[in-house]
């Protein structure tokens, strides 16, 4: 549960800010959440649809926020049919996102069985954000030369991530 719920941080931070429209409030809100979840996989509990799950619980938690904020007299009024807008919403690009995280999970694999000089390429062009001059420049690489190797990187990865996504379909 704990690794479903740190998989889905994006989505679940996401949500709650569609919801507050506050970041502040969102990561207040996400930390709660993130109580309830070591809380509750600490109890052993078992989730089946975890991400309607844990909508369900961020906006159970965020009404908790908000409630508490009305008593201490900050005056917030949370729509409902809002929040139903955007928990629909949610629902419905759900098997999206559990798609996306599926795919980035199968291109960290991929990554991984890289040989080391394409590993270290991608490495510095995407992880460490440096452009294909820099890249030469540290790997004692020529332009051309880094732009090749991305490229056959790149379509390594792909090939990679396709033939993994196919196998799981299969299974």
Same mark, same amino acid.
């Given at each position: 549960m704990l690794s479903q719920f740190l998989q889905q941080r994006d989505m679940i931070l996401a949500y709650l800010l569609a919801q507050t429209g506050d970041l502040d409030v969102a990561?207040?809100?996400f930390q709660e959440v993130g109580i309830v979840v070591v809380q509750e996989s600490q109890r052993g509990t078992e989730v =089946?649809?975890?991400s309607a799950?844990?909508?369900e619980v961020s906006r159970r %938690?965020?009404?908790e926020f908000y %409630? =508490? %904020?009305n008593e201490r007299g900050e005056q917030f009024v949370l729509s409902g049919a809002m929040a139903d807008v955007v928990d629909q919403a949610f629902a419905e690009n759900a098997p999206l996102c559990d798609q996306q995280q599926t795919m980035f999970k199968k291109l960290k694999e991929c990554v991984e069985q890289l040989k080391r000089r394409a590993r270290?390429?991608?490495q510095l062009r995407y992880y460490e954000e440096k452009d294909n001059a820099q890249i030469a420049k540290s790997m004692n690489w020529t332009?051309?030369?880094v732009r090749v190797a991305l490229s056959r990187a790149r379509k390594l990865l792909s090939e990679c991530v396709q033939r993994k996504m196919r196998s799981e379909e299969s299974n």
């Open positions: 990561e207040e809100v =089946k649809l975890f799950w844990i909508r %938690r965020l009404a %409630r =508490k %904020r270290e390429v991608i332009v051309p030369s």
